[in-house]
């Protein structure tokens, strides 16, 4: 199915309606919000939200965040409102975080993969709250992706990996990593996922926020699907120290292995005969995010072998751009 311009300052109702006609009749629509693209499904329909888990072929166990308008549309998806969440959403929505609270009966169970909890957020993205104003129910979406890939950033990049799925076009997403997960359900906050709203500036809001122990051994995980390998490209996906990086990719220009190389200063790396496809990435934190997926997307287009991603700096700015470009290099 085609890709579907909504201009928020100009929409075309028609195209709206349509959107929230198949998702109120189960289907699935792809919509832009800030942080990425999400395939959306009405999170009180169990079989529209079965459909999520079998397009994008992601196991049971990992529960999806709902998606709402506002602070009292969250409310109608958890148990108990409390006075942390009514600060943060305050503060930081409509935004890039989202709150783990006790769920509510009538999400459907496949949402919350079975928890207790689910986890909530009310999107900036003009296009996105259109939709959710349009179409009257809370919307479960995932990133737009299939299971453990790269998760998309621009409607082409959706339309690239379900080429049958509607999607919404509201252009490039201007945050560009998934939002900060915070878990409010139990006794002490807990920050499940590094994002755009960084640890201190909750901290500012509600007080000590903890981190997740580590779940590598036996014990249950804070966070289903948050240990695996993900938001990878196709490509082979390291690491590297600057001060390695020029050896590294003159390795692969020895052994012809066309490579991806993302470095916030390229200025002296060797590509003889172009065999590689080296991207300058941004200085700043922020705007690396922004760019990160589409960066990585076009490297798999160009079929590099390898991807060498630069090692980024130290200290909290860059922790989600890090989370996510570990988890991309997991085995
Ligand atoms: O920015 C985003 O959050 C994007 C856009 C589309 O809003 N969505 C997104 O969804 O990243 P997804 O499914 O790719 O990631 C959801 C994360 C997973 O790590 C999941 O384990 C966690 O949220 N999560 C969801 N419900 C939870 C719960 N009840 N308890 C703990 N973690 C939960
Ligand atoms: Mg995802």
């Known amino acids: ?14 195209v709206l309606r349509r959107a929230a006609e198949l998702l109120r009749g189960a289907e699935l629509v792809a919509f832009p ?3 990425v693209y999400g395939l959306g499904a009405n999170a009180l329909d169990e079989n529209a939200v079965q459909k999520i ?20 549309a969250a409310q109608s998806v958890v148990e108990s409102w409390p006075q942390s969440a009514r600060d943060l959403a305050r503060e ?4 890039p975080l989202s709150l783990v609270l006790p769920r509510r009966a009538g999400v459907s169970d496949s949402v919350t993969a079975g928890l207790k909890s689910v986890a909530v957020r009310a999107p900036a993205h003009p296009v996105a709250q259109m939709l959710l104003r349009e179409c009257g129910v809370p919307l479960a979406a995932p990133s737009a992706n299939r299971f453990t890939c790269l998760s998309p950033t621009t409607a082409q990049h959706v339309a690239g990996a379900f080429p049958d799925l509607f999607v919404l076009d509201g252009g490039a997403c201007a945050v560009g990593i998934e939002s900060t997960v915070l878990d409010l359900s139990g006794a002490t906050p807990i920050l499940l996922r590094p994002g755009a709203v960084s640890q201190a500036q909750i901290v500012a809001i509600i007080g000590p926020v903890g981190l997740p122990s580590d779940y590598s051994g036996d014990a249950p995980r804070p966070s289903p699907g948050l240990v695996e390998k993900h938001y990878a490209p196709r490509a082979e996906l390291f690491i590297v120290p600057p001060n390695q990086l020029h050896a590294r990719l003159e390795k692969n220009t020895v ?5 991806g190389v993302l ?54 700015a860059w922790r989600g751009v890090r989370d996510r470009l570990s988890r991309a290099a997991k085995k």
């Open 53 to 72: 888990f079998a397009l994008k072929q992601r196991p049971s166990y990992n529960p999806l965040i709902v998606h709402v308008e506002d602070e009292d």
């Open 33 to 35: 919000t800030e942080t």
């Open 263 to 316: 470095s916030r200063d390229a200025t002296d790396l060797k590509n003889p005969g172009g065999l590689h496809h080296i991207v300058t990435m941004a200085q700043d934190a922020i705007d690396y995010a922004r760019e990160l997926y589409a960066a990585l997307h076009a490297l798999d287009a160009e079929n590099c072998v390898e991807i060498l991603v630069e090692e980024m700096p130290d200290g909290e």
């Open 92 to 95: 930081f929505w409509p935004g």
């Open 1 to 14: 199915m085609p890709i579907f311009p909504l201009d928020p300052r100009n929409p075309d109702r028609d």
């Open 255 to 259: 052994s012809n292995r066309k490579s």
